[in-house]
């Protein structure tokens, strides 16, 4: 998976290559080898290990509904939440129906041969763009909660966001 930024004062994009993992019910899991950075969301928080600050920051529930929900609405439809048009062949749109805080207007879905995703995107809440383009994927059995689970490496600062 590469994950893409732009930056909203034109700077240079930043791009990252990392690891998706997604598992029913709610559970997401982004690697990026490159920082040692990982992000690990669950309907019942998650966590986020950022070496550059030798800290890991732990999400309440209520911080992660953004990331559990947009999974959600790829797992089995959002209906409710996005209205979706078709605007090519294996492209689609999906505009949000509420302005929901946190929650992307519209995201871009392009599919690839197979008819996963291989690309997504939208809007960045800082005024740029984000992008996800996928490729590789994988199907495994289910690892269960504990690889979704993140621990902080020895030396680092916990922080409960408020």
Do not use: C, H
């Amino acid at each position: 998976m590469t994950l893409t930024r732009s930056d909203p004062m034109g700077g240079p994009a930043q791009v990252m290559r990392g690891r998706l993992a997604l598992e029913p019910p709610d559970r997401v899991r982004l690697d990026f080898p490159a920082t040692g950075e990982r992000i690990a969301v669950r309907g019942d928080g998650g966590e986020w290990v950022q070496p550059a600050a030798r800290q890991m920051v732990r999400l309440k529930p209520e911080q992660t509904d953004l990331a559990a929900g947009l999974w959600e609405v790829f797992l089995r439809g959002g209906n409710d939440r996005f209205a979706e048009r078709a605007v090519g062949a294996r492209r689609f749109v999906l505009e949000a129906r509420t302005q929901e805080e946190g929650l992307p207007g519209k995201i871009q879905v392009v599919l690839d041969a197979r008819g996963l995703p291989a690309t997504l995107e939208m809007d960045d809440p800082s005024g740029g763009d984000v992008r996800y383009a996928f490729r590789g994927w994988r199907f495994t059995r289910a690892s269960g909660v504990r690889a979704f689970a993140l621990r902080a490496p020895a030396g680092y600062t916990v922080v409960d966001l408020p």
